[in-house]
């Protein structure tokens, strides 16, 4: 079991920058890869980020490449999502998640490929 609690989030100029942070409990955060997503009012939940168990690979929606960057700190247990240059599009509820499986080293893009979620932080770019 893992549980996660996501912050960081808020109020933003367009152009400007926030960092979320994930804090994960359980004794084997660093077996899982975890996910970003986002959901903005209206839409479907979309896959933002994804860096894998061993802190190799990272995945980024087109959206966000170039903008964004995600992290992890496996001994603090922690995933990172810095975003840049923020656009009144990025606006939405941000998700860190942890996949279904275990030391996986495939892009995770879906939703329903991640069992555990945290209750989402609100980000919002001011245009």
């Known amino acids: 079991q893992v549980q996660l609690v996501e912050s960081g989030g808020g109020l933003v100029q367009t152009g400007g920058s926030l960092r979320l942070s994930c804090a994960a409990s359980?004794?084997?955060?660093?077996?899982?890869?975890m996910g970003w997503f986002r959901q903005a009012p209206g839409k479907e939940r979309e896959f933002v980020a994804q860096?894998?168990?061993?802190?190799?690979?990272?995945y980024y929606a087109d959206s966000v490449k170039g903008r964004f960057t995600i992290s992890r700190d496996n001994a603090k247990n922690t995933v990172d999502l810095q975003m840049n240059s923020l656009k009144p599009e990025d606006t939405a509820v941000y998700y860190c998640a942890a996949s279904r499986v275990k030391y996986g080293t495939n892009w995770y893009k879906f939703a329903n490929e991640y069992a555990y979620w945290g209750q989402g932080t609100q980000v919002t770019v001011s245009s």
């Open positions: 860096i894998n168990y061993s802190t190799g690979n990272t």
């Open positions: 359980g004794r084997t955060f660093s077996s899982y890869a």
